[in-house]
């Protein structure tokens, strides 16, 4: 009897597993452990709550594994209608915190941030668009799936909530991109952000007098781009978190002061420490070695996520698969950008390791997608 039930066991728990990865899930739980060691130095009466986010992201990640991509795909014009139908219900009754009005409360205890929904329902929704077109894409094509991307969008920056609607836009991007758009549209929109740059970083003391508009920038966010360039102009204000978090990145040196010996960390002189800016943290007391082996977790990840991508059985789930994979790169990118200086602040989490529920759970469903991504490649 003990040994029928303990092939019983056995056999669920090998039913429970085999829609994961095992690559995908073994940098995933390295990723998790790291987190858990940061999030205890630099706020460790927060690391219940996080081990709770933990858990459900793997919930949803295991969910969105078992699932098909064929019928994930289905789904995705319902998740996009939701979605935006949320964003507009967040213009009009949301919840105003901290100068931002991105939630909605929904009953006593429950408060969601729709625009969280928006990174996972826009590149299913174009993957979707794109899949059913995928013989005949044309401009026209193109044009209809920048007119589904720049509605969530709006409504995102509208909040406001740059930092989000950068990684939308980019997940929208990134689809398009992988379906075809032509290089002789990219380059041209290269070459004008480039110049416009060089622009900013040459002329950039007479561009950020307070008397000069910015086309389709607000004033504060004309005020980042301008602290990036000269974090001293308001060191005590806008330019505190740029110049705390290169004085901790640096101090770190090449192994670092030792866990939970930060100066910068445990003094409180770095803001945000166990969110935007827990990469300082992490290199303040970790150095360059433990800068390098969450690099080196990061670059894994990115390449399974590019393996399952060339290996993917359908145009749409090769789309699906290079877009999230590309995602999780924009991710970390933005925030290690931001915090050493090269980018301005723009409230981007560091991907699996910054404390926080909604960024964890999204990042671990894109992680589920492309684990059912390779399960449907293996059921062919």
Known sequence: MNHRRRFHVTQLFSALIRPLDPY?????????VYATIIIESAAPELLAKQFMNILLSLLGMWVVAI??????LSLSPLFYIVGVA???????FGTVSKGAQRWLDIGTFLRIQPSEIMKIAVPLTLTWFFQKREHAISWLEFLGAALLLVGPIYLIAKQPDLGTAILVCSSGLFVIFFAGLSWKLVVPVVLAGAVAIFAIGVFGDQLCQPDVKWLGLKSYQKERVCTLLDP???KLGKGFHTIQSTIAIGSG??????????TQTHLAFLPERHTDFVFAVL????????????LGLYMALLARGFMIAVNAPTFGAKLLASSTTMVFFTYLFVNIGMVSGILPVVGVPLPFISYGGTAIVTLCLGVGILMGIRRDKQER
């Not at 995908?24 to 998790?32: R, T």
């Not at 949320?86 to 009009?92: D, G, K, R, Y």
């Not at 040196?253 to 930060?262: D, E, R, S």
């Open 232 to 234: 001293e102009r308001d």
């Open 253 to 262: 040196g090449f192994v670092g002061k030792g866990w939970k010996q930060g």
């Open 67 to 72: 699932i098909p991509t064929r019928r994930l």
């Open 24 to 32: 995908l899930l073994l940098i995933l739980v390295a990723l998790l």
């Open 86 to 92: 949320l964003l507009i219900a967040v213009n009009l």
């Open 283 to 294: 290199s303040e007391e970790f150095g360059l070695v433990g800068v390098l082996v969450l």
